[in-house]
């Protein structure tokens, strides 16, 4: 039996941040909403839909799907931003868009929980654990298998944001050191929103230190 995936790289990583093991999600909140975030962006400027320099910008003329609606808030944005800025932003809206398209496509169940009485938790259950490890697996070849120049570029961006948001369910801290030359050049390959994604974890990491 062929083992369906999702097509968009979002969705990808919101089942890659599935851990079979424990049965959770390895991600919640706003590290959740930052990597879902990066996936939409890194999908578009892959798809050439938004332009590569120190600025997001939409890449005039270039068709496609605009299906998390990003396209349409950069171009619609006062003036041009950084990468950063489109990694915070509204990541809360971006789990709900990813997490409802992946429970209508039936690849995921949720269900709330009350703790403590106060607030609500929900619980993510993978339905068919083949699609983690098909997903798995292709990011695990991107990592040690053929050139870098012929990885699917998918599988490449999916080891540069595990990377980047410390995704240990793809990439254990270990292959991160292991493979460290490898990662930045996969990184380099899917544009400029992995290092962006870094960096607004680096400082959210600084400013909680000090």
């Excluded at 998390?68 to 619609?76: D, E, K, M, P, R």
């Excluded at 509204?90 to 868009?97: Q, R, T, V, Y």
């Excluded at 983690?132 to 870098?148: E, F, H, M, Q």
């Excluded at 948001?165 to 050049?185: M, Q």
Aim: proline residues 6%; charged residues 30%.
């Amino acid at each position: 039996m062929v083992v369906r995936i999702p097509e968009s790289l979002p969705a990808r990583m919101f089942l890659l941040a599935y851990d079979l093991r424990k049965k959770k999600m390895t991600k919640r909140g706003r590290h959740l909403g930052y990597l879902l975030r990066a996936a939409a962006l890194t999908e578009l400027f892959l798809d050439g839909r938004l332009g590569d320099d120190e600025k997001a910008r939409p890449r005039p003329g270039t068709p496609g799907a605009d299906p998390y609606g990003l396209v349409a808030q950069i171009a619609g944005a006062s003036r041009p931003r950084s990468w950063q800025h489109w990694v915070r932003k509204d990541g809360k809206e971006i789990i709900a868009a990813v997490r409802d398209e992946l429970v209508a496509d039936g690849m995921i169940r949720v269900r709330e929980r009350r703790v403590l009485g106060l607030f609500t938790v929900e619980n993510v259950t993978v339905k068919d654990p083949r699609v983690v490890k098909t997903l798995w697996g292709g990011a695990s070849s991107a990592l040690r298998g053929r050139p870098v120049a012929h990885v699917n570029s998918y599988d490449a961006a999916a080891i540069a944001l595990a990377a980047a948001c410390e995704l240990k369910s793809v990439l254990p801290g270990a292959d991160r050191r292991r493979h460290k030359r490898r990662i930045e050049a996969l990184t380099a390959r899917s544009g400029p929103v992995p290092r962006a994604v870094r960096k607004v974890l680096q400082a959210e990491h600084a400013a909680s230190s000090g």
